[in-house]
């Protein structure tokens, strides 16, 4: 298939210093073997999301939960940023400035050199304690054996947001921040079905960004774009990126 070309508007867009912010969902990680929950065959295929992505998942069977993240770590570890991460990283580097807003938890982007980010649906590689509610970083692919607990003796728990909780405030009130005054936002591989996150958009083309999306399908979000570019993220952002040098 033909990419599309970027139309000269976001030509100029992208070799501006404008403010930045970039999106992104499940599609970009995709390319490189991280499967998503919507695709057949993917990653909710047979799993009740309830068994073991919510609070009373948790509670009910722990090690079940942790089974299921553990196995999402291994798989996380084993594969590597693609182009559309390294894309994304270089974006960043131009120094204008930048944020990356990713419902993605793999960590994909922060090993393709991505700094300045907020992890809307949290991180695989981070720990929360259900006592004291502190977190930590723990990049081993395994937490074996399971469930982990914290040294005060409580669980451990995935400091991912899962369903039936809200997004973190913080992370969240930053991109909002920040979408006030994008000029460009891409928005990349994301269903633009899970709210809040999928407000952010939206929320920067009233207030005067022009909003790109790159999807390989048209989206809840196509018709307010200004521009829709059909194909998977690690050609067309490449290629973004070539159009603007």
């Given at each position: ?6 139309t000269p508007?976001?030509?100029e867009?992208l ?37 073991v ?14 089974r ?19 894309a ?31 992890r ?37 728990r ?25 000029e460009l936002?891409?928005?990349?591989g ?50 973004l ?5």
């Amino acid at each position: 298939m033909e990419q599309p070309a970027p139309t000269p508007r976001l030509v100029e867009l992208l070799r501006a210093s404008g403010p930045l912010l970039v999106l992104t969902g499940a599609g970009v990680s995709r390319e490189s073997g991280i499967a998503t929950f919507r695709d057949a065959g993917g990653l909710w295929e047979g799993v009740d999301p309830t068994e073991v992505a919510t609070p009373g998942a948790f509670a009910r069977d722990p090690l079940r939960v942790w089974r299921f993240y553990d196995e999402r770590r291994a798989r996380a570890a084993e594969v590597q940023p693609n182009a559309a991460h390294h894309a994304i990283a270089a974006l960043e580097r131009t120094g204008r400035p930048f944020l990356l807003a990713t419902q993605n938890v793999d960590g994909l982007h922060e090993r393709a050199g991505s700094a300045s980010l907020v992890r809307l649906h949290g991180s695989l590689w981070r720990v929360r304690c259900t006592r004291e509610g502190n977190e930590r970083e723990d990049l081993s692919p395994s937490l074996a054996p399971l469930p982990p607990r914290c040294v005060c003796g409580a669980l451990l728990r995935p400091a991912v947001v899962w369903f039936e909780e809200p997004l973190p405030a913080r992370e969240f009130q930053d991109a909002a921040a920040f979408a006030r005054r994008a000029e460009l936002v891409l928005v990349v591989g994301t269903s633009s079905l899970v709210y809040p996150a999928a407000s952010l958009p939206l929320i920067a083309r009233d207030a005067g960004a022009y909003v790109v999306e790159v999807n390989p399908e048209r989206t809840p979000l196509t018709p307010d774009a200004h521009e829709h570019l059909e194909g998977p993220a690690g050609t067309v952002l490449p290629a973004l990126l070539a159009a603007a040098a």
